[in-house]
């Protein structure tokens, strides 16, 4: 089959003709590509948009046709898309600081449910699983929904 340098491993989105039948309106389509070990060769299934098509490759000039097949393209091509591309030094440090502050959000949440226990605990109410799920949210969202009362403190 005409597939120079494809990793055998992964599956590719390629163009696929339709069957040669009197009613079947001939549109060229897409079909996900694998490699077939019993077969040695590389074999489709049917188009994405659901349509039986001839068995075989089209070449890859070949323009789609199929709207329902285009509109999908952008979806399969993302999940066959392999492997994330490599980041820079400076992509990955936007992606450590991402993680950071994601990180940081949760032990912030953790140590207002913490707290909050705490203060149910002194003034001895009961904490329903509810309410510490409101908590998890974090500090602000409980404020915000009116769950936390901030109570001043009291001079003496
Ligand atoms: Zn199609």
Not at 13 to 40: C, F, I, K, M, Y
Not at 81 to 106: I, K
Not at 120 to 139: F, H, M, S, Y
Request: proline share 6%.
């Amino acid at each position: 089959m005409s597939a120079p340098a494809r990793d055998r491993n992964r599956r590719y989105l390629v163009t696929v003709g339709p069957l040669g039948l009197p009613d079947e309106p001939q549109d060229v389509h897409l079909a996900v590509s694998s490699w077939n070990t019993r077969w040695t060769g590389w074999v489709h299934g049917q188009a994405i948009c659901g349509r039986t098509t001839a068995q075989g490759e089209l070449d890859d000039g070949a323009t789609v046709t199929c709207e329902d097949c285009e509109n999908l393209r952008p979806d399969y091509e993302r999940i066959l898309g392999g492997d994330p591309p490599e980041l820079t030094a400076a992509e990955a440090r936007t992606e450590v600081d991402r993680l950071g502050l994601a990180l940081y959000r949760a032990q912030d949440a953790l140590a207002f449910v913490g707290e909050c226990c705490d203060i149910a605990d002194r003034e001895g109410r009961p904490i329903t699983t509810a309410q510490v799920r409101e908590w998890l949210k974090g500090a602000q969202c409980a404020r915000q929904a009116g769950l936390v009362v901030e109570v001043p403190d009291t001079p003496a």
